[in-house]
C-alpha cells in the first residue's frame, strides 16, 4: 500500500535530510582524525628532534610527511 503524496514526500526529506547529516558527520570524523594525526606526528618528529644530532632543523613538511604516514598505516 503506497503512501499519501505528501506523506511520500515528507518521507522523502527526511530521508535527504537524514543523508546530509551522516555525510557531515563522517567529513567532522575525518577532519578530526586528521588533526589527531597532525598532533601525533608533531610529537613523534618532537621527540626525535630531542635526540638528534645538534644543529638539525624541523621543517613543517617532516611533520606533514608524517601525518601522511600515520593515516596511510592507519587506513591502510
Keep these: 500500500m503506497a503512501l499519501p503524496e505528501e506523506l511520500q514526500n515528507q518521507v522523502d526529506y527526511q530521508t535527504q535530510i537524514d ?13 578530526r582524525a586528521k588533526l589527531e594525526a597532525l598532533r601525533m606526528a608533531k610529537e613523534i618528529v618532537m621527540e626525535n628532534h630531542k635526540v638528534s644530532q645538534a644543529g638539525e632543523t624541523v621543517a613543517v ?12 598505516f592507519v587506513n591502510g
Design 61 to 72: 613538511t617532516d611533520i606533514t610527511s608524517m601525518a601522511a604516514d600515520l593515516a596511510a
Design 19 to 31: 543523508n546530509v547529516r551522516s555525510a557531515n558527520i563522517a567529513a567532522q570524523e575525518a577532519k
